[in-house]
């Protein structure tokens, strides 16, 4: 069975750091696309990042040059790293498979 | 970069069906689109994706009320016998260029 766990969320202030992770069993992360999508209170969802089975990563406008998408096949986990984190990307990020399965989500709150 | 447009919200009643609906924009008529449900308080769930010939691929544990077609550059989903459990928000999504788009939304009310 395909599953998706994030961690890592929770209170940071703003300009902080912080680590997702995804821990993925029944399927390969490495032999998929994997996706970070992120949901700010009582709004839609938001495209935020791609890495390719070949390891190519892609960011939407939002978040490039702030976030970076990474895997380690040996763990089997997709990361997503957060720098200089602002009000607005306040949010629950789901970690997806190929658009096709989700994890539940882990909410960062970025404030002071 | 293709937008995915959905209105706000639809409603129908207990037992009946609904037709919602996802429009892409000039130029991308043609797109795969996935469909996904999120029901209050939770994680979205894949519903399926859906080409623009109408074909669609379901994922794993989707009743068979849910169906997709497509006419032009609208891609619909279609409950039929509606439960109170299909009371959700419902995203349409579709991709281009590495980057991937969402659709705001459809909040479905079941009356």
């Known amino acids: 069975e395909v599953q998706l766990v994030e961690s890592g969320g929770g209170l940071v202030q703003p300009g902080g750091s912080l680590r997702l992770s995804c821990a993925a069993s029944?399927?390969?992360?490495?032999?998929?696309?994997m996706s970070w999508v992120r949901q700010a209170p009582g709004k839609g969802l938001e495209w935020l990042s791609l890495i390719y089975s070949g390891g190519s990563t892609y960011y939407a406008d939002s978040v490039k040059g702030r976030f970076a998408i990474s895997r380690d096949n040996s763990k089997n986990t997709l990361y997503l790293q957060m720098n200089s984190l602002r009000a607005d990307d306040t949010a629950v990020y789901y970690c997806?498979?190929?658009?096709?399965?989700w994890g539940q989500g882990t909410l960062v709150t970025v404030s002071s | 970069q293709p937008v995915v447009t959905q209105s706000s919200s639809a409603s129908a009643s207990l037992g009946s069906s609904v037709k919602l609906t996802c429009t892409l924009s000039?130029?991308?008529?043609?797109?795969?689109i996935a469909w996904h449900q999120q029901q209050p308080g939770k994680a979205p769930r894949y519903l399926m994706k859906?080409?623009?010939?109408?074909?669609?691929n379901k994922g794993s544990g989707v009743p068979d009320r849910f169906s997709g077609s497509s006419s032009g550059a609208d891609r619909y989903l279609t409950i039929s016998n509606l439960q109170s459990e299909d009371e959700a928000d419902y995203y349409c999504?579709?991709?281009?260029?590495?980057?991937?788009?969402f659709g705001g939304g459809t909040k479905l009310t079941v009356l």
């Open positions: 999504e579709t991709w281009d260029s590495n980057t991937w788009v």
């Open positions: 997806a498979r190929e658009s096709a399965a």
């Open positions: 029944g399927f390969t992360v490495s032999s998929n696309y």
């Open positions: 859906l080409e623009g010939s109408g074909n669609y």
């Open positions: 000039s130029g991308h008529s043609n797109y795969i």
